[in-house]
């Protein structure tokens, strides 16, 4: 199971917000120096996510060119991402794929149209819920629709890889809801990558134990509670 770090980005800097509101955040400092952090202790992907673009409110993009000029290891992008002029400029700024939530959700059409024009293995999708109640526009707003409905309509759309993030946990270190991951795990026979509230190594071998394939760390790596180096080139 790979293990993807988080960079978090928000006025230019890394952030972990307390189960996504943009009001309870702690600070991390510099991206570029978290993003070489992480490579240097081993991962082999990073997961860097613009919170300004996402809640409309500007962007990160000089600090994602910083850290994609200073990185060797490939590296993912979402957070706003909800035209395909934006989707092109990440995939320009080096990014290997690009992840969208509020477009999966709302607006089909264009999934298919960003689908038909990079193919599946540059683009994932997010499933961003309370449990399994779906949430979008940067966590702000709820969805009526049922995340497992969203997932076969997603697969049969042509997505293969989802990342479920439990926005009730995010940032919270209180663990996983390893019942509800189990039951996204079920409905997603695909590429699946899970986070939100992990906490330590036991949440990472629930998730391992589930067949999940990537582990997205946040606030558990910038606490020290889970330390890629003492993961061989960062899998568990």
């Known amino acids: 199971m790979l293990l993807i770090p988080a960079v978090d980005l928000k006025g230019g800097k890394v ?17 570029v120096a978290a993003a070489l952090r992480w490579q240097e202790e081993g991962a082999r992907l990073l997961h860097l996510v613009d919170l300004d673009r996402a809640l409309g409110k500007g962007d990160n993009l000089e600090a994602l060119r910083r850290i994609a000029q200073e990185i060797r290891i490939p590296f ?48 994932a999708v ?40 439990d926005v009730r946990r995010d940032g919270t270190l209180k663990g996983l809801d390893l019942e509800v991951v189990a039951r996204v795990r079920e409905a997603w026979p695909h590429e699946l990558i899970a986070g939100g509230g992990i906490a330590g190594p036991e949440d990472l071998l629930g998730l391992k134990r589930l067949g999940v394939e990537g582990a997205l760390l946040g606030k558990a790596l910038y606490e020290g509670r889970v330390r890629l180096s003492d993961y061989k080139e960062g899998v568990f």
Request: negative net charge; hydrophobic residues 45%; aromatic residues 4%.
């Open 76 to 123: 993912e992008v979402g957070g706003g991402v909800r035209s395909l002029e934006v989707l092109r400029e990440i995939l320009l700024l080096g990014a290997s794929r690009v992840v969208v939530g509020t477009v999966a959700v709302k607006h089909p059409a264009l999934l298919e149209a960003m689908l038909a024009e990079v193919g599946p293995a540059r683009l």
């Open 126 to 165: 997010a499933l961003d819920a309370r449990g399994l109640e779906v949430v979008v526009s940067g966590w702000q707003e709820a969805a009526s629709l049922s995340a497992l409905d969203l997932l076969g309509r997603w697969e049969a759309m042509g997505v293969r890889t989802v990342i479920y993030t």
């Open 15 to 31: 952030v972990r917000l307390y189960e996504g509101d943009p009001g309870r955040e702690t600070p991390y400092g510099d991206p």
